[in-house]
């Protein structure tokens, strides 16, 4: 059996990368064993794989309409980060609210204004 190592950004897997795979094996062999070699945080376009990682997991904590407050402490529990030290505090909430954030540009989520306080919750 033939090894062949591909050195790949699949993100997203297309047609395209499963054509590279077909022509792979279609040369070495069907039962050719295809060894891919992924890029870690930062990806080819200078996107940061890691900000869409974090985000997903932000989105997984929002289960039903919650304030940014209680989502960042819905973060802080996930994450297991406790502090009584206020900078380590408010710089994970400036975090988790980019995330937020971000999530809202990306239309994942939606922002909305009841009884005076602004909630997130998941789009539709």
Not at 107 to 112: E, N, P, S, T, Y
């Amino acid at each position: 059996m033939a090894v062949a190592g591909v050195i790949a950004e699949y993100n997203p897997f297309h047609r395209g990368h499963q054509h590279q795979l077909s022509a792979i094996r279609q040369r070495l062999g069907e039962d050719t064993a295809v060894i891919a070699v992924m890029s870690g945080n930062v990806v080819q376009r200078g996107d940061l794989a890691l900000v869409e990682k974090r985000a997903e997991e932000v989105l997984a904590l929002v289960k039903e309409p919650m304030t940014a407050s209680e989502i960042n402490a819905a973060a802080c529990k996930f994450y297991e980060l406790f502090t009584t030290k206020t900078s380590k505090g408010l710089y994970l909430e400036r975090n988790v609210r980019f995330l937020v954030e971000y999530l809202v540009e990306t239309g994942r989520l939606d922002i909305f204004c009841q009884g005076g306080m602004v909630y997130y919750r998941r789009s539709k």
